[in-house]
């Protein structure tokens, strides 16, 4: 699986964006996909993740604000940010990781996953 990311761009506080990630091939059955973000100097972190049941989970930092879909038939993942705040702006990623029988919820952590994207900036300013 390769993934692509877009939809990047400058945006004033407050403003909206929608990321996309489009896969290589379907993902939906078989992988749990995430959207991730490292800001300069600091850790990757995880934002939001879906599964193939279409559980979501979210950051603290983004609930309420974010949301992750993924477009089965289109093989892409997006995530539409809304009311955004200049500590959003990072280096955004997705990933993919085949699902885990042990996983009650999408994870978060960057670890669990092993396929990535080569990101997209989002800087809010």
């Known amino acids: 699986v390769q993934l692509v990311e877009s939809g990047g761009g400058s945006m004033q506080p407050g403003g909206s964006l929608r990321l996309s990630c489009a896969a290589s091939e379907d993902t939906y059955r078989d992988y749990c996909m995430g959207w991730f973000r490292q800001a300069p100097g600091k850790d990757r972190e995880g934002v939001a993740g879906i599964d193939s049941d279409g559980y979501t989970t979210y950051a603290n930092s983004v609930k309420g604000r974010f949301t992750i879909s993924q477009d089965n038939a289109k093989n892409t993942l997006y995530l539409q940010m809304n009311s955004l705040k200049p500590e959003d702006t990072a280096m955004y990623y997705c990933?993919?990781?085949?699902?885990?029988?042990?996983?009650?919820?999408?994870?978060?952590?960057?670890?669990?996953?092993?396929?990535w994207g080569q990101g997209t900036q989002v800087t809010v300013s």
């Open positions: 990933a993919a990781e085949r699902l885990h029988l042990g996983w009650a919820r999408p994870p978060l952590a960057p670890t669990e996953y092993r396929i």
